[in-house]
């Protein structure tokens, strides 16, 4: 059982998934618009949200992310 201290705030954790993100596409020595061109539906602005902690990636396409960057899920 954790505790209310072990709850990570849902900013800190949007953050952590957008450097994460970030890391795997240069990694991959990909643009925001690259990556976006890869994902049905995205744009290069909505890269940018992603990677900077400011929006979710919608739970639908976080396959879809895992496979043009060759992660897992």
Same mark, same amino acid.
């Not at 800190?12 to 049905?40: C, F, H, N, P, V």
């Given at each position: 059982?954790?505790?209310?201290?072990?709850?990570?705030?849902?900013?800190?954790?949007? %953050?952590? $998934?957008?450097? +994460?993100? &970030?890391?795997?596409?240069?990694?991959?020595?990909?643009? /925001? &618009?690259?990556?976006?061109? %890869?994902?049905?539906? /995205?744009? %290069?602005? /909505?890269?940018?949200?992603?990677?900077?902690? +400011? &929006?979710?990636?919608? &739970?639908?396409? $976080?396959?879809?992310?895992? /496979?043009?960057?060759?992660?897992?899920?």
């Amino acid at each position: 059982m954790s505790s209310e201290s072990d709850i990570v705030p849902k900013e800190e954790t949007l %953050k952590l $998934i957008g450097e +994460r993100l &970030r890391e795997a596409r240069k990694s991959k020595k990909l643009s /925001q &618009r690259a990556l976006a061109d %890869k994902i049905k539906g /995205q744009s %290069k602005t /909505q890269i940018c949200d992603y990677e900077k902690g +400011r &929006r979710a990636i919608p &739970r639908n396409l $976080i396959v879809d992310f895992a /496979q043009a960057l060759d992660v897992s899920p």
